[in-house]
């Protein structure tokens, strides 16, 4: 018998994120979309971290990219957490990820 493991995080009451399949399905309207490799994985991570406070950039970078023994730059770091921003906008969930400002506080600005 052949046994696959799904694993699932449900996000908020709203939405499920089904990383077999790298899906963010939004519960209410039915939406869902699927996310490429490296914005799934980012998303993931973020997910399995959000008992911190932070994630950290070595955090994102390290499970990311170094496990497939790639390097990503602080560029390439930001345009990856952009794009996903912009996915979860188009389904209407822009407060998930958010930037700490310079003064400390959380940014709650959207993109």
Request: proline share 3%; hydrophobic share 35%; with cysteine.
């Amino acid at each position: 018998m052949d046994f696959q493991m799904v694993t699932s995080f449900m996000i908020g009451n709203d939405l499920l994120f089904d990383t077999s399949e790298m899906v963010l399905h939004h519960l209410k309207d039915g939406e869902s979309i699927h996310l490429s490799g490296v914005k799934g994985r980012c998303l993931k991570c973020l997910i399995s971290h959000t008992q911190q406070d932070i994630t950290t950039k070595k955090q994102i970078c390290d499970e990311v990219w170094g496990q497939f023994g790639l390097f990503a730059s602080d560029s390439t770091l930001l345009q990856t957490i952009y794009a996903l921003r912009r996915d979860l906008r188009d389904i209407e969930m822009t407060d998930l990820i958010v930037y700490p400002s310079p003064t400390g506080l959380p940014d709650q600005s959207g993109l």
